[in-house]
């Protein structure tokens, strides 16, 4: 049997991915950004790495302007970094779908109160791009 494409030629693509800096724990992070106008907040309970190991805290973000949505990701789980990569980054912003995030939402987080950097990232090797790509 022949394959339509080879390893080499499957690319899977997702938007940028923000790094969130800050020494805000989980549930007053929480606080900070469902106390800004601009944002409606859920919290979600099950996000869960790609191989199902580690969960994570999250939350849910709409940007009221434009109704995009988003994931704030806590990126030490309960076994493993979200992403690996980035230790160091507490947090990450990340879309739900195939759309970039909007600019005017990482200017606005840059900005809250105990939010030390919110910067892009690098992307993500195949295995880590798992992880993200599962969330759409």
Known sequence: MQSLFTASEFVL??????????????????????????????????????????EHQAY????????????????????????PKYKQV????????????NIEIVKIVSKLKGISICFALDNPNKKDLLNFTQLQ
Do not use: M, W
Not at 68 to 75: A, E, G, M, P, S
């Open 60 to 83: 849910l973000l709409t940007y009221l302007d434009d109704d995009t949505q988003l994931l704030v990701i806590k990126n030490k789980g309960t076994q493993q970094y979200f992403y």
């Open 90 to 101: 507490d947090y990450l912003l990340c879309s739900i779908s195939e759309d970039e995030i």
């Open 13 to 54: 693509k997702y938007p940028k991915i923000y790094g969130i800096a800050t020494s805000l724990r989980h549930l007053k992070l929480g606080y900070v950004l469902i106390t800004h106008a601009d944002f409606d907040v859920v919290y979600e309970k099950e996000i869960f790495n790609f191989n199902r190991e580690s």
